[in-house]
């Protein structure tokens, strides 16, 4: 049975008209007597629901669902029975909305990280456009004659926000490409989205190898200003990378000012030649 856990908070079940209602009057009085008002904002209900596809047959798991606006992502997580002997697989999808259609359909940017025992992890993404009431599949993880499929469907709802003082900044999108440097050679590892929001950090890190060899970053993505078409950002890397005399002790603190999809490159390396990782970093807003 799949279980999970929500960060932006839905539940599978809708509560009944009455625990609604009962609902928005706690927050309304508390809210009221805490100084703050309390508003109603639209968003998307999102229902996912997992496929297993093996050999021509199909098995669903049970729908999740998560709910997300345009300037908060939804983010899910849940556990399949991946193979009837081996250990189960960890999803984790964000999901950030788009900019919608015009005639009522809604753009979505999903990425999704597959994590197993044992094995490095497997991120994958796609934009979808969903008409109200359609359903769009995301093909996450194919490993034999087995697939991972996602049913997406979005649909339009409204529900209360309590409305305080501080307020969320911009949000900010950064697609990050990991490189694996070599001297002079480059590797495409992985590419990744990730959402945040103005002067609130995003998180990349990853850790791998044992002892000497082993190689641990963490680099933290701050959008510190928006002008216009350019942002200015601060890019923390920490961490170890293994060298010839043993593990170098890593820590760097850069401001990058970009344009609007421009694309910046970081190099975290060591030894000459150069060994390490490359972090390109395009942020959109």
Known sequence: MATCAFRLGSDRRRPRAASVAALVLSL???AARAGY???REAALRIEVTPLIVESGVTRSIEPLAVEATRDEAGILETSL???PSGPPLALTLEIAVGEGTGDGGHALRLAATLRM???PPIRSSRV???AEGSAGLFDVLEEGNRRLVLSI????T?????QGRRKVGSPVLFQLAVERRDGERS???ETDRLVTFLHEGVEYAFSRGEEDRRESLRLVLTPLRLEGDLVELEADVTGSLPGNEGPHVLSRTVRILASRRATSSLDVTVGDPPAGYRFLITPDF
């Open 128 to 130: 979808l456009t969903l």
């Open 28 to 30: 309304a009085a508390g």
């Open 187 to 189: 590797v495409l590892l």
């Open 81 to 83: 029975a991946w193979s």
């Open 158 to 162: 409204v529900r209360p926000v309590v």
């Open 117 to 119: 025992e044992g094995s």
């Open 153 to 156: 469907r979005a649909e339009e």
């Open 37 to 39: 008002a309390l508003g």
